[in-house]
């Protein structure tokens, strides 16, 4: 049956909400409490219902667009808007294919669940229903809708492009539907009722006529969510294809709790938390990096002492001494004494025996080079552009000009031209 909603938001039923919502309130308290997770006091498990500051969720449509309008100088993009009310995940099919699939994630570490522990039960159960703004749930009988593990992170959204939802496992569960109790529905909507007629404009309780459920037992899929919370990702919720033919079409709307909305006396958010909730236990662990102690130092000196002291009394008096022995020693190479500083001692610098040889073999070297690149013939003839400017300006006047000697004449004794 299609619930009726008050136009200020969707009521809960009286009695029956007002115990869930004391059994919600006492879960939460029990979370927030910080030792009370690791403790579980409660050995069927604890309830938790979707909070929108720490669990995900999103879905994807795969009649999204994502592209680019040019309005002369500006770029504009274009996304179709979101179908469906925000507390919507919408699970549908269109034509015998997957047209709408939903992503939920429940952090169980934010919950108080420490690293390392073993969900051992996981238990989700979601209400099936529409809201205002919603595209309507239809022909959801003998339908099934399979929550399959997501393999990778995401992000929060609604209405995602169809080709950015993060891929999911095979070990898909199947949920289980089940219609509300005719008589809570026919409760509900008396109250409802009354309450509509006695001040329709600021009602002061919310009432929910009751929805159907779909129950999904997480159990398998959850075990590793304790073990290391950053393998949660979450599950897709998504349709059930083994059957379909080509005309087939169908949504189911999954509910989540509707937002408090400040404007108002009531909290909507609380009266409609039962619409989202899950039942785990587990078993708390040890994280990984704390299952044991690497250090040998630190590990024990039980140990260390009876491998050198030897088996049997013997060796447990000498275990004793060698640890006062280490003590005394530890102290020692602690004291000032030993940890001053040492007297400064100057280093007198002397060069290696080879330096000596080098200096001739320099020198010769220079030699060798001054006389091939210099004492070619122009230059030992004073051939220069320079001198060859002023000898003919000499034999203009009469004169010669006198050729200085070059290197090779200055070293060999060998004069050269006057």
């Keep these: 049956m299609i619930p009726r909603n008050h136009p200020s938001a969707s009521r809960a039923s009286g009695s029956k909400t007002l115990a869930r919502l004391g059994t919600a309130a006492l879960a939460l308290s029990a979370l927030a409490w910080p030792g009370s997770a690791a403790a579980q006091d409660d050995p069927a498990g604890e309830e938790v219902q979707f909070d929108y500051g720490v669990d995900g969720v999103s879905w994807y449509w795969s009649h999204q667009i994502d592209e680019q309008v040019e309005l002369g100088t500006v770029v504009q993009p274009v996304e179709l808007p979101n179908p469906q009310a ?3 995940m919408p699970v549908a099919v269109e034509l015998g ?3 709408k699939v939903a992503a939920l994630q429940f952090n169980l570490a934010e919950r108080g669940v420490p690293e390392g522990s073993t969900v051992t039960d996981f238990k989700l159960t979601v209400a099936e229903g529409n809201d205002a703004g919603d595209s309507p749930t239809f022909n959801p009988a003998s339908k099934l809708v399979q929550a399959c593990p997501i393999t990778e992170a995401w992000s929060s959204g609604e209405a995602e492009m169809w080709d950015v939802q993060p891929p999911v496992g095979d070990n898909c569960v199947v949920g289980e539907r089940a219609e509300p109790d005719p008589e809570e529905v026919a409760e509900a909507e008396e109250a409802l009722a009354a309450l509509e007629e006695a001040d329709p404009e600021n009602p002061e309780e919310i009432v929910e006529v009751p929805l159907p459920t ?3 037992d997480l159990t398998e899929l959850a075990a590793d969510w304790g073990t290391d919370p950053f393998a949660n990702f979450g599950v897709m919720f998504m349709p059930v294809m083994d059957e379909a033919t080509p005309v087939d079409s169908w949504q189911v709307n999954l509910k989540l ?3 408090d909305d400040s404007e108002t006396p ?3 958010y609380k009266a409609t938390s039962n619409r989202l909730s899950a039942t785990f236990a587990y078993e708390p662990g040890t994280p990984e ?14 140990s260390g002492g009876g491998t050198s002291g030897g088996s049997g009394g013997g060796g447990s008096g000498a275990s004793g001494g060698s640890g006062a022995d280490d003590e005394e020693a530890a102290s020692e190479e602690e004291s000032p004494e ?3 500083p040492a007297a400064h001692q100057p280093v007198t610098p002397s060069a290696p025996w080879y330096v000596w040889t080098l200096i001739p073999a320099g020198l010769v070297g220079a030699y060798l080079l001054h006389v091939l690149m210099g004492a070619s013939g122009a230059a030992a003839g004073g051939g220069g552009a320079i001198d060859r400017i002023r000898s003919h300006n000499m034999d203009r006047r009469g004169f010669s000009l006198p050729t200085p000697a070059g290197i090779w004449q200055r070293l060999t004794g060998r004069g050269g031209s006057a």
């Design 338 to 340: 030993e940890l001053a």
């Design 266 to 268: 009531v909290d909507e």
């Design 86 to 88: 925000e507390t919507t």
């Design 97 to 99: 294919e997957a047209a």
């Design 257 to 259: 709790p509707l937002r």
């Design 289 to 302: 990096d704390e299952t044991g102690d690497t250090d040998p130092i630190n590990s024990g000196g039980g």
């Design 214 to 216: 779909w129950t999904f």
